[in-house]
T-cell receptor
Framework: QKEVEQNSGPLSVPEGAIASLNCTYSDRGSQSFFWYRQYSGKSPELIMFIYSNGDKEDGRFTAQLNKASQYVSLLIRDSQPSDSATYLCASPGGTASKLTFGTGTRLQVTL | GAGVSQSPRYKVAKRGQDVALRCDPISGHVSLFWYQQALGQGPEFLTYFQNEAQLDKSGLPSDRFFAERPEGSVSTLKIQRTQQEDSAVYLC?????????????FGPGTRLTVL
């Protein structure tokens, strides 16, 4: 079992809808999580960081962390075609917080 | 400002050749990480430097992989006697310091294809 698990998708949502991306993790000691967006052929870019239980909002993005249930999610409101990308969930751990990534969920926002 | 840069962006090697991949981190960033990303997968950790010290190389897949950062800035990942399974995108990332709360900034990656 991978330490960080994601459904690879693709997840298809219509433009304007809410996209919900989920990630589960096995290490109860994990304290924080990063959501990276990766466009095809590009490098990952950070969009959200969360370390407290509950919700964290930034513009159209909301990250949710539930440490008891060991899952973290990312909600994208008013989805746009430009949101079509792979979303990677990552948790730091070990030496100097090297990141452990999930496989990523591919999101497709359709017109 | 300048981000993380990597060169070359693309590298094609014949099986058995040695390759060297370069990473220029963001100026002043203490921590530098190398990741390997296979097609359709998330990045996998290879190795980590704090300044010039290589503090973790647990992710290097074999002794054919070697990384260095002699002056605490530019880093080179070397792969000797390349094999087809080494084909992947190699990502370099840097952060201000190694902490659970520090963002890692990624470079554009080097896509290595071994024929």
């Amino acid at each position: 079992q991978k330490e960080v698990e994601q459904n690879s998708g693709p997840l298809s949502v219509p433009e304007g809808a809410i996209a919900s991306l989920n990630c589960t993790y096995s290490d109860r000691g994990s304290q924080s999580f990063f959501w990276y967006r990766q466009y095809s052929g590009k490098s990952p870019e950070l969009i959200m960081f969360i370390y407290s239980n509950g919700d964290k909002e930034d513009g159209r993005f909301t990250a949710q962390l539930n440490k008891a249930s060991q899952y973290v999610s990312l909600l994208i409101r008013d989805s746009q075609p430009s949101d079509s990308a792979t979303y990677l969930c990552a948790s730091p751990g070990g030496t100097a917080s090297k990141l452990t990534f999930g496989t990523g969920t591919r999101l497709q926002v359709t017109l | 400002g300048a981000g993380v840069s990597q060169s070359p962006r693309y590298k094609v090697a014949k099986r058995g050749q040695d390759v060297a991949l370069r990473c220029d981190p963001i100026s002043g960033h203490v921590s530098l990480f190398w990741y390997q990303q296979a097609l359709g997968q998330g990045p996998e950790f290879l190795t980590y430097f704090q300044n010039e010290a290589q503090l973790d190389k647990s992710g290097l897949p074999s002794d054919r992989f070697f990384a260095e950062r002699p002056e605490g800035s530019v880093s080179t990942l070397k792969i000797q006697r390349t094999q087809q399974e080494d084909s992947a995108v190699y990502l370099c990332a840097s952060s201000e310091r190694g902490s659970s709360y520090n963002e890692q900034f990624f470079g554009p990656g080097t896509r290595l294809t071994v024929l």
